[in-house]
């Protein structure tokens, strides 16, 4: 069974390309969302396996979003185009199960890290 995705993230273009980069890869896209009112409504209704969310959205913190997928999606994981070395402490201390760079997101390496913290 693909693994049920829910990308988070206030680019809607970068979101559009994500998909088709994940389903090509074999995931399953459940849904698109652009602000964390968006992603807690999706993630509620649609269950998940796992959200990747982007650490900056408009106004918003990518960690503040997890804490409250947290409970709801088994697996966080942030994404972004900035150096996982900048984010390090907040990883650590967040509920996410890790960090992809934007660049190199696709289905295996979500797939890689939701199997290694599982």
């Keep these: 069974m693909a693994m049920r995705c829910l990308l988070v993230d206030d680019n809607a273009r970068f979101l559009e390309a994500a998909k088709v980069l994940l389903e090509r890869g074999g995931a399953s896209v459940v849904a698109l969302a652009g602000s964390s009112n968006d992603a807690l409504v999706y993630a509620r209704e649609l269950r998940p396996d796992v959200a990747l969310l982007d650490i900056d959205l408009a106004g918003e913190s990518g960690f503040e979003v997890a804490e409250r997928l947290s ?32 660049s190199r997101l696709s289905a295996e390496a979500v797939g890689a890290l939701v199997s290694a913290g599982a």
């Design 71 to 102: 409970g709801i999606v088994p697996h966080l994981i942030m994404i972004s185009t900035h150096a996982q070395e900048d984010f390090e402490e907040l990883i650590a201390e967040s509920p996410v199960l890790g960090f992809l760079s934007k």
